[in-house]
């Protein structure tokens, strides 16, 4: 067989072989690709379809313990609503306006009215007798009335005790709280009892335990609507889905009723559907309890004519455990073998094809390879007769034929030349390595040079001992270069390196990696003798195939790895600052959208800001009051045309309906976030404008009892003296006798200076000179005086003060001594009051404390007889300062205030 048959059949062999090999490899591949590929995704859509559930019983918990929250809450302001009215009856009662029976039948009256929850809902009262309570008042059961709650009905709690009582036990220990049991509902067709859960309360003046409830049923009746509309909204996202053309989701709970399917519809499979000789829904459930997710069964294909248990499919479940669902995505294996099918064919046209275009290009290519294979035959026997007789000439080498024996015959000619250059080229070359020599000692002085002058840190490594190292390598290593030869790496490196591999293990590691005159680079932690970290970038490139020497150059990038670690806490510090602070950043682009939010604008208007990525207007502009939005919308548009910044407020609503007031600031800064991006703040300040309003309202209260107070002072002190002097003025007038006139003359002497002193104490207690003239200490002594010596109260006054005040702070702090020292008189009875003024650091502190009988402060604070103790508080305040009171009954009271004074 000649060398161009062998060549031929050869590459045909080749091919066919090749193309055989192919074809089965990408069978096996495709069959196994498709397989894997259709099973991946399908599993893909069952955990998409199970997240996607998840969520939805996430929500449906969420609103069965909101609903749950919801419904205690509405009780609970229920029951504060009743306290306010029994407090209006107690405090008619206390006032002396009603008897107490008459206030207590007042109250009971109003609260047997009040219904809610279509009528169902409403409020008992009963008392705190034992060991059966007494029923003072309940609505739908009025025969119970001022009687001993023995009945049946009222003990149907869960362990058969007395609702009433344990209602007592839980208010007496707790205040309030919540209890369950049965009870019957109101306008109910039936007499079954319904479970009840109560929220009960002690109010302590009458001690009655006010009581109202919600059942139970109405909040299971809005969970299961809710689930229902979550079944709903699953057969809208997966029952129109198909995977592939055919395959499709279905559902079912363990009691084998169809939730979810394309054909079948809130309906139990009946025994009619059966695969594989067992009932499905059955099989499906045994494949999960065993452990497994896949069953495969024969099905028929939905829409075909002829109803046919036949084609073979699969199906992938997945089961959801809190709601007992059986969650299925099934396929046909028709459709997954029917492009494995279609592409085999195309291979086997394909391989016919390519096999032809081999044997064509097999021929062409054995007669090219032959052809100059003879020429070059033909020459070498010419060369080697020629050699033998020592006869060759490089001017002889013949040059003719195809090309490739040109080629050919150059190259030898070009060979024979280049033998009798080699032969001129050793004897230059011993010349040259003499040279050489010369030149590698000059280099070697030149290295050393460079080694030991080196702005970078040197060292060279024996086996990972330092062996020789620069004058920068003992700078950054402080050490003497005796101290450094001779140790090993591992002896300058920390135990450890940040990624947690210990040093020794990461270096060799590193090292067996590296290749010889292969320079690598990476960071490196190592220490100094003083034990001081070092951040280094090395460079390091070993010398010999055996790696034992190896150079490494260090630059220390300490300082920079420090600055960027400082740079990355900086950003880390700020970005917990805003994500943490109580107000909303905000970052806007020239186009209106939303480019960042900080995750507090949940907290300020309850909508998370993902929600509305990019879409500022729908965010907070559409959200703002129709009376504020189109200040606000020129606010931003000053802001990008003209640079003007926002310093305003809004009122807008939150997501559940309430006006709030925020406060925007807004910046537009190129060198801050760029020239095209605005950024500010968001605050609430609803509290701060309640607060406001509540200081206004103090304040004009406080002005009007200070007009009404020196109104009544005139009326009551001024006013009879002016008449009596009129009078007295009149009868001297008309009076013709001596002695009368002299008489009334004193009398008006005596009238017309009680009538100056009455009018120098309003004016006293209006601006007092002393306070203007003397100071804080003198004008508290000053008014003290005034109560001691009209009662046998004793008032002791210290202070450590060295200077004035400023105005402000000595008026704030006189009216409050003299609130404190009136309130002592009118309601505390106690006989000694020490009172203390001091500085402390950026302060001043006033201290009052009496031994009187105290009282209880959240209750008087809560009452109108309040104000006084609320008009101090908001006047320390106003001074950006602090009001701290406690008083225990019988044990008298103590007042600390602090006012800073820069």
Request: charged share 25%; hydrophobic share 40%; net charge neutral.
């Given at each position: ?34 397989d894997r590929i259709s099973e991946q995704n399908t599993r ?491 951040d280094i970038d090395v460079t390091l490139i070993f010398f ?359």
């Amino acid at each position: 067989m000649s060398f161009k048959q062998r060549v031929l059949l050869m590459t045909l062999s080749i091919s066919i072989i090749a193309i055989i090999g192919i074809f089965i490899l990408v069978m096996i591949i495709m069959h196994k690709s498709s397989d894997r590929i259709s099973e991946q995704n399908t599993r893909n859509l069952v955990d998409v379809a199970m997240l996607s559930i998840d969520n939805q019983n996430k929500s449906l918990n969420y609103h069965v313990q909101y609903s749950i929250e919801l419904r205690k809450n509405e009780r609970k302001n229920i029951v504060a609503l009743v306290k306010s009215i029994l407090n209006r009856y107690y405090a008619e009662y206390k006032s002396g306006r009603l008897t107490e029976n008459q206030a207590k039948n007042r109250a009971l009256d109003d609260i047997n009215k009040i219904r809610y929850d279509e009528d169902k809902g409403y409020v008992w009262i009963n008392n705190t007798e034992k060991p059966v309570p007494r029923v003072i008042v309940h609505p739908y059961f009025p025969e119970f009335n001022m009687k001993p709650a023995s009945a049946p009905i009222f003990f149907s709690s869960a362990d058969s005790s007395n609702i009433f009582l344990n209602a007592v036990e839980l208010c007496e220990e707790q205040g309030a709280g919540f209890i369950e049991y049965t009870w019957p509902k109101p306008n109910n067709s039936d007499s079954v009892q319904k479970e009840k859960l109560s929220y009960v309360e002690l109010y302590k003046p009458w001690q009655w335990i006010i009581g109202t409830g919600i059942y139970l049923e109405d909040i299971e009746r809005d969970v299961k609507d809710r689930e229902m509309a979550m079944i709903d909204e699953l057969k809208n996202t997966l029952g129109e889905l198909r995977i592939a053309q055919t395959g499709y989701f279905f559902i079912f709970n363990g009691n084998k009723r169809v939730l979810l399917h394309p054909v079948l519809n809130q309906e139990r499979i009946d025994s009619s559907y059966y695969s594989n000789s067992l009932h499905l829904m059955d099989s499906i459930i045994k494949v999960v309890q065993k452990g497994g997710d896949t069953y495969e069964y024969n099905w028929l294909v939905p829409g075909e004519d002829k109803v046919e248990y036949k084609h073979k499919k699969k199906v992938f479940v997945e089961y959801f455990e809190p709601l007992n669902w059986y969650v299925c995505a099934s396929i046909y294996q028709e459709e997954i073998d029917r492009a494995v099918v279609i592409l085999s064919k195309k291979l086997i046209g394909f391989s016919l094809l390519f096999i032809l275009f081999t044997i064509i290009l097999s021929l062409l290519v054995s007669e090219r390879l032959v052809r100059p294979i003879r020429e070059l035959m033909s020459f070498v026997n010419r060369v080697k007769i020629e050699n033998n007789n020592n006869n060759i000439n490089t001017s002889q080498v013949p040059i003719t034929g195809s090309k490739e024996t040109r080629l050919l015959g150059s190259s030898i000619k070009e060979m024979l030349i280049s033998i009798e250059k080699q032969k001129l080229s050793l004897i230059q070359q011993k010349l040259e390595i003499e040279k050489s020599k010369e030149k590698l000692k000059a280099s070697e002085n030149k290295y050393k040079t460079l080694f030991t002058s080196s702005g970078d840190a040197a060292l060279i490594f024996k086996n990972f001992k330092i062996t020789e190292c620069n004058d920068r390598a003992i700078k950054i290593l402080k050490a003497e270069k005796e101290d450094l030869i001779g140790l090993s790496l591992w002896e300058i490196s920390p135990e450890y390196q940040p990624d947690g591999i210990s040093s020794k293990d990461k270096a060799r590691e590193l090292f067996e990696s590296t290749g010889t005159n292969q320079p690598v680079e990476f960071e490196w932690i190592y220490k100094n003798l003083k034990n001081e970290l070092l951040d280094i970038d090395v460079t390091l490139i070993f010398f010999d195939e055996e790696k034992k020497f190896m150079l490494s150059t260090w630059r220390d990038v300490t300082a920079k790895k420090k600055a960027e670690r400082a740079l990355k806490e900086s950003e880390e510090k700020y970005k917990f600052l805003v994500e943490n602070s109580p107000s909303v950043f905000w970052m806007v682009d020239k186009e209106r959208s939303l480019k960042y939010i900080s995750p507090n604008i949940e907290n300020v208007l309850g909508t998370a800001g993902l929600v509305f990525k990019g879409k500022w207007q729908e965010l907070f502009i559409n959200r703002i009051h129709a009376e504020d939005r189109e200040t606000a919308i020129k606010d931003f548009d000053d802001l990008y045309v003209k640079g003007i910044s926002i310093n305003s407020t809004y009122r807008i609503k939150n997501r559940k309906g309430y006006w709030i007031w925020v406060h925007v600031l807004g910046e537009k800064n190129s060198t801050v976030f760029g020239e095209n991006t605005a950024y500010g703040v968001i605050t609430d300040i609803t509290d701060k404008k309640i607060t406001d309003q509540k200081i206004m309202q103090t304040m004009i209260r406080s002005e009007e009892k200070e007009r009404s107070r020196i109104a009544k002072d005139l009326h009551d002190g001024v006013s009879p003296l002016l008449s009596a002097i009129k009078l007295f003025t009149q009868s001297l007038h008309d009076s013709k006798e001596e002695s009368l006139k002299e008489q009334l003359s004193e009398k008006i002497s005596v009238v017309i200076g009680e009538a100056i002193r009455s009018i120098h104490e309003i004016s006293v207690n209006i601006s007092p000179h002393i306070l203007q003239n003397f100071g804080l200490i003198k004008a508290v002594e000053s008014f003290a005086s005034h109560l001691t010596a009209a009662s046998n109260l004793s008032i002791k006054i210290e202070s450590k003060l060295k200077d004035r005040l400023s105005i402000e702070i000595e008026t704030t702090l006189y009216r409050i001594s003299v609130e404190l020292l009136n309130n002592a008189v009118k309601y505390s009875k106690s006989d000694q009051i020490f009172i203390n003024y001091m500085p402390k650091g950026n302060s001043v502190y006033l201290v009052y404390q009496d031994n009187g009988i105290g009282f209880n402060t959240e209750y008087v604070l809560s009452q109108s007889k309040g104000m006084g103790l609320f008009n101090m508080k908001t006047r320390v305040e106003a001074l950006y300062g602090k009001f701290i009171i406690n008083s225990i009954e019988n044990k008298g009271t103590n007042v600390i205030i602090s006012v800073p004074i820069t």
